[in-house]
């Protein structure tokens, strides 16, 4: 499953329709096809899918998200977190057949 965390765009590449995306301080490419052309400048918050920008969201509305989510993660100690990754490594309580984060191919950071 891919969580869609408010990214701030960094970086456009007209010739390739793509951006860069920071989230939470890992940069990756995202691709801008499902986007009007110019329609998303650096400095905008959006939301990805699957590589996908799929839609803007609101500056105000994006830091709310990562204040949440930061404060989320706070919370959690190492144990949860490694919990966390095992519940979601399996499915139906058998392991996957792909490794975690390869269902999401853009995680690799640029």
Do not use: W
Request: glycine share 6%; proline share 3%.
């Amino acid at each position: 499953m891919c969580l869609s965390i408010p990214s701030k765009v960094v970086k456009i590449d007209t010739e390739y329709n793509i951006a860069t995306v920071d989230t939470m301080g890992v940069q990756r490419t995202a691709s801008l096809e499902l986007m009007e052309e110019g329609s998303v400048v650096i400095g905008d918050y959006v939301l990805l899918h699957i590589g996908f920008i799929m839609n803007k969201i609101d500056e105000e509305d994006a830091m709310e998200s990562l204040r949440v989510y930061q404060e989320i993660l706070e919370a959690l100690d190492e144990e949860e977190r490694r919990q966390l990754v095992i519940d979601d490594e399996k499915v139906n309580g058998e392991a996957r057949e792909t490794p975690l984060g390869e269902n999401c191919p853009n995680r690799e950071a640029v």
